[in-house]
């Protein structure tokens, strides 16, 4: 007996054009009542193409399989985990999704007057307070609408703090161990970027900073807890030896979710810092957007934050809310409207629904999970820091690139035990770099799946070594060649003929 296999099963799904058979039709509507339309008279000529004037021809259950088999191609935080490293990709509620969802706040339009806006107000207000409570921080704004736009808006602060005090200062001092966006966001701000070395446990070196502080340095960007997972346990001093220059600490809040009801960047010396709330506050992540950024502040910097800002009329603690634009040392508006409030309904939702003691026992577990994975693999794969970790760990492919193995071809072949890769070669200080974060979400059953899959993987390695240097064997699409594609030119896809 043949056994018969559906054609869409581990294979490509064909391209709706290649389906296509003239005459088939997904709808079924009355002849038309007026005369047809070119495309190009109604779009433009310049805005359409002759080789697709003419779209697939399929029927409507051809048309939703195509797209269902499509869908059933991703990955998903719905299926399973995400250990992207630095990336916090954790599982959002669907409470907050029904809350963004209630009408009053969903169909609010950002130009309505303000006496028919309190609602939507008083959300952004009490968000705003809360993070300022969380961050310890004296003032926030929710304007930024992703978290490098939030470093940019911190920094560009810093600036404006500096200039009125007659010195904007010329540099940025940046730690190898910071996030890939901060060097950016310096050079974008108009500032010169050096880099400061970690030391032998993976944190700043502090005497190399006290040397390289100066009055030509504005700030200093730490990610703290760093990209190594590991909380410079020198931040107070860090922040003093900057501050004795005049210089600033901005902190890259993006790793907050190692630090949430435990320890607040305002209590340790931070003068400015964004929050990601896609990666804390559980509001969706990737995808192109939308995100948001907020940057919360100490006071000194309050006067240079974006405007307009969020102010009670008449000073009076019950009175109605409204926007006060006269901020005359405010660096402007960074966003068009007030920023993308339908982040900001998710994560009030997020820290509502917790509150002050679920929000510290999310941190705490995300960190006993990081911990978890680090202790069950660390014989398996290099540790290159020994120092304690938080939220994340980054192992080294060392041991497996003794038998030609490197971390690209281990993250393919964890596909093929049914789990999305974690972060690739980064931190850039970690040769090889194995970048896991677990975040709170995983309970340990699912763990200790990742761990039998990537023990497994270690064991192929020391016994068939091809069997992961050819991985993934389980996709619809084999193994992709990132070097030789990297150099073939791109080609443009036609219709068929």
């Given at each position: ?6 054609p ?11 389906r ?6 997904g ?5 038309l ?18 080789e ?37 990709m ?29 609602g ?14 969380i ?59 050096e ?21 030509d ?110 901020l ?11 920023g ?67 971390t ?12 999305h ?14 970048m ?35 991985a ?10 990132e ?8 080609l ?6």
């Amino acid at each position: 007996m043949i056994k018969k296999v559906r054609p869409h099963i581990n294979q490509n799904e064909a391209l709706l054009f290649e389906r296509s058979s003239p005459g088939k039709r997904g709808y079924q509507l009355p002849p038309l009542d007026v005369p047809p339309v070119d495309p190009a008279s109604v779009l433009g000529a310049e805005n359409t193409r002759a080789e697709i004037a003419d779209f697939p021809e399929v029927s409507e259950v051809e048309a939703i399989r195509h797209f269902t088999r499509l869908s059933t191609q991703n990955y998903a935080i719905d299926l399973g985990l995400y250990p992207l490293g630095s990336c916090t990709m954790k599982y959002n509620p669907r409470v907050n999704e029904q809350v963004a969802r209630t009408e009053g706040l969903a169909w609010a339009h950002p130009y309505q007057p303000e006496s028919l806006a309190q609602g939507i107000l008083e959300v952004m207000a009490v968000l705003e307070q809360m993070l300022a409570e969380i961050t310890g921080m004296d003032a926030v704004t929710l304007q930024p609408a992703a978290g490098a736009h939030g470093e940019f808006t911190g920094i560009l602060m810093v600036r404006a703090l500096l200039e009125s005090q007659g010195h904007p200062r010329k540099k940025l001092l940046i730690p190898d161990s910071a996030h890939g966006t901060n060097p950016a966001t310096a050079a974008m701000a108009g500032y010169a970027v050096e880099n400061i070395k970690s030391n032998n446990l993976g944190m700043v070196d502090v005497d190399e900073l006290a040397r390289a502080v100066d009055q030509d340095v504005a700030a200093l960007m730490l990610t703290n807890p760093n990209t190594l997972g590991v909380f410079e346990q020198n931040v107070t001093r860090i922040a003093g030896i900057l501050h004795a220059k005049g210089a600033q600490l901005y902190m890259d809040g993006a790793n907050m979710n190692a630090l949430v009801g435990v320890a607040r960047p305002g209590d340790f010396g931070a003068d400015v810092m964004h929050l990601n709330l896609h990666k804390t506050f559980s509001t969706p992540h990737g995808g192109g957007g939308p995100g948001s950024g907020p940057v919360a502040v100490k006071q000194h910097l309050a006067p240079f934050l974006p405007k307009p800002r969020l102010a009670r009329a008449n000073d009076g603690a019950n009175g109605r809310w409204t926007w006060n634009y006269d901020l005359p040392q405010s660096v402007g508006r960074v966003r068009a409207f007030y920023g993308n409030i339908g982040m900001h309904i998710r994560a009030l939702a997020y820290i509502m629904a917790h509150g002050g003691d679920g929000l510290r026992n999310a941190t705490l577990d995300a960190v006993l999970n990081a911990n978890y994975l680090r202790v069950l693999l660390e014989p398996y794969y290099q540790l290159p820091h020994q120092a304690p970790i938080l939220h994340e760990c980054v192992f080294s492919d060392a041991r497996q690139a003794q038998r030609g193995v490197r971390t690209g071809d281990i993250a393919k072949r964890l596909i093929d035990y049914g789990f999305h890769p974690y972060t690739v070669s980064f931190p850039l200080i970690v040769p090889g770099a194995m970048m896991i974060e677990p975040t709170e979400t995983e309970g340990k059953a699912e763990l200790d799946l990742f761990v039998d899959a990537l023990v497994s993987i270690a064991k192929e390695i020391e016994e068939t070594p091809d069997l992961v240097l050819t991985a993934p064997h389980d996709t619809r699409t084999s193994r992709v060649d990132e070097v030789t594609a990297a150099r073939k030119p791109i080609l443009r896809w036609a219709a068929p003929k």
